[in-house]
């Protein structure tokens, strides 16, 4: 598990990939990959690739958390 390279919300990019959740989030990759596949959480598949917008990313954990503004 990858620890993240950002140190503030502001910091991410506006299409984070599978990896980057992983990272920002503190979880495995895997785990990344079982929660892009829900249907509670933002995810796009654009071919292949699945990304995650930055804003529907930050919505999903204010919604899940109650806080967007902790550092990460």
Not at 1 to 15: A, W
Request: net charge neutral; hydrophobic share 45%.
């Amino acid at each position: 598990m990858k620890h993240s390279i950002y140190t503030s919300y502001d910091e991410l990019p506006l299409m984070l990939s599978v990896a980057e959740v992983a990272a920002v989030l503190g979880i495995s990759r895997a785990g990344a990959y079982e929660l892009v596949h829900g249907n509670e959480f933002p995810a796009l598949k654009i071919g292949s690739r699945i990304v995650v917008p930055k804003d529907k990313f930050l919505a999903w954990i204010d919604a899940n958390s109650g806080s967007k503004n902790a550092p990460l």
